[in-house]
């Protein structure tokens, strides 16, 4: 009797729920369980046709992407991804019925999407000080003529005017960048670099949906839009790009991420302020982020709103970490100071998982806390692990040390991409890593220096065969590292280095957008991907 009322009380519900709230989210929820397996046209299995779609997809977004032109190339934080374009696109042709995809213009669409930035005038001076032995004649006290050694201190002053990204306005919201001056200085051999320079203080994030609400009402010819139709396109969007266990073959497809795909996991479709939020409630908690974004992932593929089944005693799991209430009433933090904790708040969920893990004793038996945090499985506690470990070493031996102190952040990674600049298709050799100017560069093992270009200045793209400044070094059986686009040099030809030594300097000389060191690891003459090679530092 209790199970047939509750049945006619869920039917009276989706009846009610599709005449009024609309037919589409049902249309859509039953296409998104295909979005998920890689299914993009719907046709049961993912094909090569599926493939060819999102091509189409991931070049309109490429396309729409208004460039770099900030010296720290902020902007790539806010690359419009495809996925998006799909999900609206998608649901536009269902509301339709046309049953046809792609929608025509998608490269419109993709614009209307895509993020605009501004940007303010700023300046980097770089005081460049040399020691250098002179040799002088002098008369001494005997009336002789000597030669005697002085140091001098020759110095190079360089200001260069830079632009400065000031606000992103994307589809979630606004984004505004405040900044500080810092001075730094970096000292080797006989050289001195003092750099003095805005740096990045605080980003404030305002979030609104409006721009990505008024595309929906002009694509789908809405008067308004509602949550539920809003919630569903960014589901369908994260469900197409984040790299979703169901649809691991989608996982490395070339040219599929150009931001941080790092051991597997596809960090290209998340916010960044969540990246900060890992990484900053690892740092307050002293947990590995990695193993954070690996919790988040198995949780909930990184879906913010994701209610889990209930417990043994029927409690429901909430949001991005998938917190039980019980637990959450004890462990909840307002990770984002709006004054509530909120599971289904991804900032305060990842704050709290942050100290909860701590609290279970992370740091000293990592694979028991992980047991404790899913409620007893060593299954779920090892794929957490082994996914976190290979995000920590991109999957590799870790041989390498990593040649931008400091600075990790993989803007272009190894294989087929669509290049920049020249819009052109091509193989990437190497991995980008994006850093400000100046930033040094050090020798990823011990070896000796093989090459050195170091003449070129910025602006000129064909110089050194496109690479700019670089230094190759050789280590020995066949394997060489190469160091692209410096600023600077500070090895000769010849010289033997030490794993970690300062070879150089970031900068953005040769075919390049913005300062990066582009890093390429060959082996008998071959460029292979460095990320396995590198130990992955943040
Ligand atoms: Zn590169």
Same mark, same amino acid.
């Given at each position: 009797?209790?199970?047939?009322?509750?049945?006619?009380?869920?039917?009276?519900?989706?009846?009610v729920?599709?005449?009024?709230?609309?037919?589409?989210?049902?249309?859509?929820?039953?296409?998104?369980?295909?979005?998920?397996?890689?299914?993009?046209?719907?046709?049961?299995e993912?094909?090569?046709?599926?493939?060819?779609?999102?091509? %189409?997809?991931? *070049?309109?977004? +490429?396309?729409?992407?208004? /460039?770099?032109?900030?010296?720290?190339? #902020? @902007?790539?934080k806010?690359?419009?991804?495809?996925?998006?374009v799909?999900?609206?696109d998608?649901y536009?042709?269902?509301?339709?019925?046309?049953?046809?995809?792609?929608?025509?213009?998608?490269?419109?669409?993709?614009?209307?999407?895509?993020p605009?930035?501004e940007?303010?005038?700023?300046?980097?001076?770089?005081?460049?000080?040399?020691? %250098?032995?002179? *040799?002088?004649? +002098?008369?001494?006290?005997? /009336?002789?003529t000597?030669?005697?050694? #002085? @140091?001098?201190?020759e110095?190079?002053?360089?200001v260069d005017?830079?632009l400065?990204?000031?606000?992103?306005?994307?589809?979630?919201?606004?984004y505004?960048?405040?900044?500080?001056?810092?001075t730094?200085?970096?000292?080797?051999?006989?050289?001195?670099?003092?750099?003095t320079?805005?740096?990045?203080?605080g980003?404030?994030?305002?979030?609104?949906?409006?721009?990505?609400?008024?595309?929906?009402?002009?694509?789908?010819?809405?008067?308004?839009?509602s @949550?539920?139709?809003?919630t569903?396109?960014?589901?369908?969007?994260?469900?197409?790009?984040?790299?979703?266990?169901?649809?691991?073959?989608?996982?490395?497809?070339?040219?599929?991420?150009?931001?941080l795909?790092?051991?597997?996991?596809?960090?290209?479709?998340?916010?960044?302020e969540?990246?900060?939020?890992?990484?900053?409630?690892?740092?307050?908690?002293?947990?590995?982020?990695?193993i954070?974004?690996?919790?988040?992932f198995?949780?909930?593929?990184?879906?913010?709103?994701?209610?889990g089944?209930?417990?043994?005693t029927?409690?429901?799991?909430?949001?991005?970490?998938?917190?039980?209430?019980?637990?959450?009433a004890?462990?909840?933090?307002?990770?984002?100071?709006?004054?509530k904790?909120?599971?289904?708040?991804p900032?305060?969920?990842?704050?709290?998982?942050?100290?909860?893990?701590?609290?279970?004793?992370?740091?000293?038996?990592?694979?028991?806390?992980?047991?404790?945090?899913?409620?007893?499985?060593?299954a779920?506690?090892?794929?957490?692990l082994?996914?976190?470990q290979?995000?920590?070493?991109?999957?590799?031996?870790?041989?390498?040390a990593?040649?931008?102190?400091?600075?990790?952040?993989i803007?272009?990674?190894?294989?087929?991409?669509?290049?920049?600049?020249?819009?052109?298709?091509?193989?990437h050799?190497?991995?980008?890593?994006?850093?400000?100017?100046?930033?040094?560069?050090?020798?990823?093992?011990?070896?000796r220096?093989?090459?050195?270009?170091?003449?070129?200045?910025?602006?000129?793209?064909?110089?050194?065969?496109?690479y700019?400044?670089?230094?190759?070094?050789?280590?020995?059986?066949?394997?060489?590292?190469?160091?692209?686009?410096?600023?600077?040099?500070?090895?000769?030809?010849?010289?033997d280095?030490?794993?970690?030594?300062?070879?150089?300097?970031?900068?953005?000389?040769?075919?390049?957008?913005?300062?990066?060191?582009?890093f390429e690891?060959?082996?008998?003459?071959?460029?292979?991907?460095?990320?396995?090679?590198?130990?992955?530092?943040?």
């Amino acid at each position: 009797m209790r199970n047939r009322r509750l049945r006619i009380v869920v039917v009276v519900l989706v009846i009610v729920f599709g005449i009024l709230i609309g037919l589409p989210i049902l249309y859509i929820s039953a296409f998104f369980g295909n979005v998920a397996m890689g299914d993009l046209t719907g046709s049961n299995e993912a094909n090569e046709e599926d493939e060819a779609l999102r091509q %189409k997809y991931l *070049e309109a977004a +490429e396309s729409a992407f208004p /460039g770099v032109k900030s010296y720290n190339a #902020e @902007e790539l934080k806010y690359k419009l991804h495809w996925g998006l374009v799909y999900a609206v696109d998608l649901y536009s042709a269902e509301l339709e019925r046309s049953g046809e995809l792609p929608y025509n213009n998608i490269r419109r669409l993709a614009e209307r999407l895509a993020p605009k930035f501004e940007y303010k005038d700023s300046t980097i001076t770089i005081v460049t000080e040399t020691k %250098k032995i002179v *040799e002088k004649e +002098e008369v001494d006290e005997t /009336g002789e003529t000597v030669i005697v050694q #002085e @140091e001098v201190v020759e110095t190079e002053t360089v200001v260069d005017e830079v632009l400065l990204l000031v606000t992103a306005d994307t589809f979630r919201g606004t984004y505004f960048y405040s900044y500080e001056w810092e001075t730094v200085e970096y000292e080797w051999d006989n050289t001195k670099v003092t750099i003095t320079q805005e740096v990045v203080s605080g980003i404030d994030f305002k979030q609104s949906y409006e721009r990505l609400d008024d595309v929906i009402k002009r694509y789908l010819d809405m008067d308004r839009v509602s @949550e539920d139709d809003r919630t569903l396109i960014l589901e369908t969007a994260f469900s197409a790009g984040t790299g979703n266990e169901h649809f691991g073959f989608l996982i490395g497809m070339p040219g599929y991420s150009n931001y941080l795909n790092i051991g597997g996991i596809d960090f290209s479709n998340l916010p960044p302020e969540w990246i900060q939020a890992f990484q900053d409630a690892g740092k307050r908690y002293n947990v590995d982020w990695m193993i954070l974004v690996a919790v988040a992932f198995v949780e909930s593929s990184f879906n913010p709103n994701a209610v889990g089944p209930p417990n043994r005693t029927g409690e429901l799991a909430q949001g991005l970490m998938q917190f039980l209430p019980s637990t959450w009433a004890i462990y909840g933090i307002d990770g984002d100071g709006d004054g509530k904790a909120d599971p289904f708040n991804p900032i305060d969920a990842i704050y709290s998982a942050a100290y909860y893990l701590s609290v279970l004793g992370i740091n000293e038996d990592p694979r028991q806390a992980l047991y404790r945090y899913s409620g007893g499985s060593y299954a779920y506690a090892d794929r957490v692990l082994s996914l976190s470990q290979t995000m920590t070493v991109g999957g590799g031996s870790g041989q390498l040390a990593w040649p931008v102190p400091g600075h990790s952040r993989i803007t272009s990674p190894f294989g087929p991409r669509v290049h920049p600049i020249t819009g052109q298709r091509s193989f990437h050799n190497g991995v980008d890593i994006g850093a400000p100017r100046h930033v040094p560069v050090v020798a990823a093992e011990s070896g000796r220096v093989v090459t050195v270009v170091s003449h070129c200045r910025e602006g000129n793209q064909s110089c050194g065969g496109g690479y700019g400044n670089y230094v190759v070094i050789e280590h020995g059986s066949g394997l060489r590292t190469l160091y692209a686009h410096l600023w600077s040099t500070s090895v000769r030809v010849g010289d033997d280095v030490l794993r970690g030594q300062i070879i150089g300097t970031v900068g953005s000389t040769g075919r390049s957008t913005g300062p990066h060191l582009h890093f390429e690891v060959r082996i008998n003459g071959s460029p292979v991907d460095p990320m396995p090679y590198l130990q992955f530092v943040y």
